[in-house]
């Protein structure tokens, strides 16, 4: 699918939805869409989620971030209503998602982590079967087209690529015309312009109000996307905020790392740089800062006092990665 | 057949749909789906349709001139394969590869993904079981063609009738004990050996393959408690009776009961949407 097809087709496939959405019952336009409180999964001895609260807001796109292992597949089921929490509160389109009807179901869309192909079936064949489901669905070939699946229509889903079978799995999701999707690792194997093909389609369900619960490995893809992330570790809630403030990333000194030819002397340097510069194993220097504008025209006062080049200059926030490994690690 | 067949693979994916015209019209939207995969899988295929037919003609073959008897009459094993055989491909279709199938759709995510749409389980296993009630009618009339064409083993009109419920019952009844098992294994890779280590040691003790006449009191009573013998049996009354009454067990259509009901039992408290190794 190339963005620019993608593009095209957003306007008209998704005239209807808007509407659909407003029509729908459940809780108000601004109230939460998830509500979790305090939930709890073990499996016998085990612990997978330890007492977690939650809320996604409607039109929201909510990143749920987290290692392996650390709860995040368990709450994600139970908020899908594959699994059953042991202890604490779950709502989710003002229903309790273990026991919900399924009239529930048809306000959801569901991108899972892993799904095969339909056997047997065509790629179109696979979307009607799933059209067939649902009470009031979109339109099957709007829907092939808003994922750039028009041209393999006639095709076998399960020959499709790995990249056009994820897109199915979008599709499949969108058939019904849900209020809240998620899409659990939705871009996982996809190459890097499939990835930004596909981050299209999230935005385009944005920007139509729909509420989306993300979970992803890729920090750029939660970057890019989220307007809230969460991260779970050990089954706990270890930080929530934007993809900005993420675990105080705002408050974290920026790096100013550059390399000085021969073996300049730094004692030289103002004292203020002096005492936070700090020289690694490379020889690069790196320094911490908080005030990067003064910082810079102190160093580089400094440097072209001396004649030196301040080689391979660089000035970075952490990124949300780093953030990330930091908040994980830390479990 | 044809019709019911040409309505079930009827598509209307532009019109309304199916939820939205009931719980009949869904039931059959899944179930034409179903039998479209079904039909469209080389394995079912071979299994279901090819290796009966060979099987038929190997045995009639090899043992076509021999006699036995079947329900107190003395007649040709061509006369008694044909009921074996039917017998045999509704076990196939109805359990074998609904197992098989079942738990290959599990693995891959399938079933979760077909759970996570407002479909109730009702409505997914009432499409999947009138997929499988056509797939062994296709093969049966196969079958019964063959039999008739090739080897001169005709049935009388109301023992075809006889015929055609005993197939509906059975094929309901393995359905069942095929959600059952399926709901016992882990893995595709482990349905193909628990369907032959249940089929086959049933077959030869149950009047598939060996008439029943030949087998001692003690395999005999094993095998009664087991539904295949129970299928084969009402089956074989139909090739040599011609009355309706005559051709079909009330017992052995109880027996079949039974085990669906006991199947269904436990399929409801075990089976699962779910892949075995979901990840937590």
Redesign the interface.
Known sequence: MTATGLRRSLPVVFTNSLDAAAAAGGPGPTGPVIRVQGLEKRYGEHEAVRGIDLEVHRGEIFAFLGPNGAGKTTTVEILEGFRQATDGSVEVLGQDPWCAPGSWRARLGIVLQESGAEPGLTTRECVALYAGYYPAPRNIDETLALVGLSEQAAERAAKLSGGQRRRLDVALALIGDPELIFLDEPTTGFDPSARRAAWEVVEGLRRLGKTIFLTTHYMEEAERLADRIAVIASGRIVAEGTPQTLGGRQLEATQITFRVSGEADLSGLPPGLAERVQRDEGGLLRLPSTAVTADLHELSGWALARGLELQALEVSRPTLEDVYLQLTSEE | MYFLIKRLLR?R??GS????RGSLA?VL??AA?DL??????PRARVMGIVFPIVLLVVFIGVFGNEHTLLGGARVSLKVFYVPGILAMSIVVNAYASLVISIS??RE???L?????????ATVLIAGQALATVVNTAITATILLVIAKLVYGVGIAGPALLAIACTTLVGTLAFACIGYAVSGMIGSQEAAQPTVQMTMLPLWFISGVFIPVAKLSPALRDLADVFPVQHLANSLDLASVHSSFAASISATDMLVLAAWAVGAAAFSAWRFS???SD???
């Open positions: 598509m994916p532009d749909s199916a939820a939205s869904l939207h899944e789906y479209r995969i079904s039909l469209r899988s290959g759709l891959t995510g399938v979760k993904r077909r759970r996570a749409t407002p479909v109730s949407w779910l892949p979901a990840s937590r």
